[in-house]
């Protein structure tokens, strides 16, 4: 299985900082890389895929990059919605994976 | 509006077996694969299964033999059957869309408790 490393496991920045995630997959993963936000008590929701390309209705001050193995996520102005639970997770292979999540706060 | 909306949560004893369902609406159900994830409480996303519109199925290792996906095009549903339960299986379980491996729309999710 594909493990997927997530890094920092949380974080707290204040409202218009920039703010970097960073996901590692244990074995190349091409562009197969997704990321969902998670707001406490809802369902995941989807933010980018295949890398850096936004969902339909996401904000321009997210964004993704990266390739192979190292990914980031990246929230250019944070905002006090933006807090939340960001996942990544690979599409490369079954059993798909999930990183173990970072808990952005806002302070 | 796109909508999946899970049922048949609750609280079984360990070895019991609970059936979840997975209504979709809103899209043409037939051309998309389907998957469960769940989330043990405080923890992180653990995919579970998926099945694709052919009808193959894949599982994960934690659960394979003991769970069954399948889908009813007719109803704009689908199944996971969970047997064996375990108390590791405590989770809240979401059904999702996906378009490939990606989990494009979720439901709301239903609470599956595993204790005696």
């Known amino acids: 299985d594909i493990q997927m490393t997530q890094s920092p496991s949380s974080l707290s920045a204040s409202v218009g900082d920039r703010v970097t995630i960073t996901c590692r997959a244990s074995q190349s993963i091409s562009n197969y890389l997704n990321w969902y936000q998670q707001k406490p008590g809802k369902a995941p929701k989807f933010l980018i895929y295949?890398?850096?390309n936004l969902q339909s209705g996401v904000p321009s001050r997210f964004s993704g990059s990266g390739s192979g193995t190292d990914f980031t996520l990246t929230i250019s102005c944070l905002q006090p919605e933006d807090s939340a639970t960001y996942y990544c997770q690979q599409g490369y292979s079954t059993p798909l994976t999930f990183g173990g999540g970072t808990k952005v706060e806002i302070k | 509006e796109v909508q999946l909306m899970e049922s048949g949560g609750g609280l079984v004893q360990p070895g019991g077996s609970l059936r979840l369902s997975c209504a979709a609406s809103g899209f043409s159900f037939i051309t998309y694969d389907m998957h469960w994830v769940r989330q043990a409480a405080g923890e992180g996303l653990e995919w579970v299964s998926a099945i694709d519109t052919a009808g193959k199925t894949f599982y994960a290792g934690s659960v394979k033999g003991r769970f069954t996906i399948s889908r009813e095009n007719a109803k704009n549903s689908f199944y996971l059957q969970m047997n064996s339960l375990r108390a590791g299986d405590t989770a809240v379980y979401y059904c999702a869309r996906g378009l490939g491996s990606k989990l494009d729309v979720w439901g709301k999710g239903t609470t599956v408790t595993v204790s005696s």
């Open positions: 295949d890398v850096s």
